[in-house]
């Protein structure tokens, strides 16, 4: 809800720093245009994007490359920043007011009672002993007992109105259900929690604005504990065939593949392309977000966020970022 419209969304080092995705509709800015004029329109927002995927093809970009409408695009850029970034790929929405969750759940009850005092927020929940509990938990969230794919009920609570419907229960099938019957019935976004990969390739650019997956998120903690370099943060992206990744360089020019190296004389494996550096000098209060071009050079302690559209060569970026044996 923070980064809006954003199918996907990640954020890196302390918030500094994120990468969305958009999808490229009619009425953004920079539709038909090379990626060069990006900074015409945003010149005083330093971003960079990193990938492009059109259907099943995947493209490193270059300033030359045209954005086409339908394009999965994949942004970097300082957090604070990325709306900016955003309405030059798409029209932006209004921001959310009203919110309706499907799913008395732990999950949702974690959602409404984060949003109880900044939205307004209804929940269902067809359990009504679940409901009179969840109920018991909130203080300024409507709990009604029902089923979210009941046409009377959401018509009755002025679906239409809603900015944003989330269906979180555990049932795929419920989910996806619910969340076409609310945007058939008028809700601006519906978001449905999906845990089949086949359901969400399904889903994916239809009805449903966002199809989240639980596993992604719970793979990516599992994979900072497995990686063989200073990995400090991995998220699936794209349902899981590509990966954002943060490493830290550590080590000297002797021992480093990367520190003291400008960026266009690193050899990156095919499909990778690193799109910031997070740098934090002892006397800031705060870390530097610095977008990478082609002249820009690494030092040690640099975070280094890269993605990765193919993620079968992430070994071969981890090796990249370990140290020789040499470095004490």
């Known amino acids: 809800?923070?980064?809006?419209?954003?199918?996907?969304?990640?954020?890196?080092?302390?918030?500094?720093?994120?990468?969305?995705?958009?999808?490229?509709?009619r009425g953004g800015l920079l539709i038909g245009h090379p990626l060069k004029e990006?900074?015409?329109?945003?010149?005083?927002?330093?971003?960079r994007i990193v990938a492009i995927y059109r259907g099943d093809q995947s493209i490193?970009?270059?300033?030359?490359?045209?954005?086409?409408?339908g394009d999965e695009v994949f942004c970097l850029a300082p957090t604070d920043r990325i709306r900016e970034v955003m309405r030059e790929l798409r029209k932006m929405d209004k921001p959310v007011r009203r919110v309706m969750i499907a799913g008395?759940?732990?999950?949702?009850?974690?959602?409404?009672?984060?949003?109880?005092?900044?939205?307004?927020v209804k929940v269902i929940e067809h359990?009504?002993?679940?409901?009179?509990?969840?109920?018991?938990?909130?203080?300024?969230?409507?709990?009604?007992?029902?089923?979210?794919?009941?046409?009377?009920?959401?018509?009755?609570?002025?679906?239409?109105?809603?900015?944003?419907?989330?269906?979180l229960t555990n049932d795929d099938e419920n989910n996806i259900m619910s969340a076409l019957l609310a945007k058939r019935m008028g809700a601006r976004r519906v978001v449905a929690l999906i845990n089949r990969r086949a359901y969400a390739d399904l889903v994916q650019g239809?009805?449903?604005?966002?199809?989240?997956?639980?596993?992604?998120?719970?793979?990516?903690?599992l994979l900072q504990h497995i990686r063989r370099a200073d990995v400090v943060a991995v998220h699936s992206l794209r349902r899981g065939a590509a990966e954002a990744l943060e490493l830290v360089a550590h080590g000297d020019e002797r021992t480093s593949k990367?520190?003291?190296?400008?960026?266009?004389?690193?050899?990156?494996?095919?499909?990778?392309?690193?799109?910031?550096?997070?740098?934090?000098?002892?006397d800031a209060e705060r870390a530097e977000v610095i977008m990478a071009h082609h002249d820009t050079v690494i030092e040690?302690?640099?975070?280094?966020?890269?993605?990765?559209?193919n993620k079968r060569v992430v070994p071969k970026v981890e090796k990249l970022f370990q140290v020789g044996f040499s470095f004490i």
């Open 104 to 120: 008395g759940g732990n999950i949702g009850v974690r959602l409404a009672r984060a949003l109880e005092n900044d939205y307004q």
């Open 60 to 69: 490193i970009p270059d300033g030359d490359t045209v954005i086409m409408q």
């Open 258 to 282: 990367v520190i003291g190296k400008r960026v266009d004389q690193i050899t990156l494996p095919r499909d990778t392309t690193i799109g910031a550096i997070v740098r934090r000098r002892d």
């Open 38 to 47: 990006l900074r015409k329109h945003i010149p005083h927002v330093d971003a």
């Open 206 to 221: 239809g009805q449903i604005d966002i199809a989240l997956s639980p596993a992604q998120a719970t793979i990516g903690k």
């Open 1 to 25: 809800m923070r980064i809006p419209r954003a199918p996907e969304g990640v954020e890196f080092r302390g918030r500094t720093a994120g990468v969305v995705v958009v999808r490229a509709v």
């Open 300 to 309: 040690s302690g640099d975070h280094v966020v890269m993605f990765v559209a």
């Open 127 to 167: 359990n009504k002993r679940r409901a009179e509990f969840v109920a018991s938990q909130l203080n300024n969230v409507l709990v009604l007992q029902g089923d979210a794919t009941d046409e009377e009920l959401l018509e009755s609570e002025r679906i239409e109105e809603m900015d944003l419907f989330l269906a």
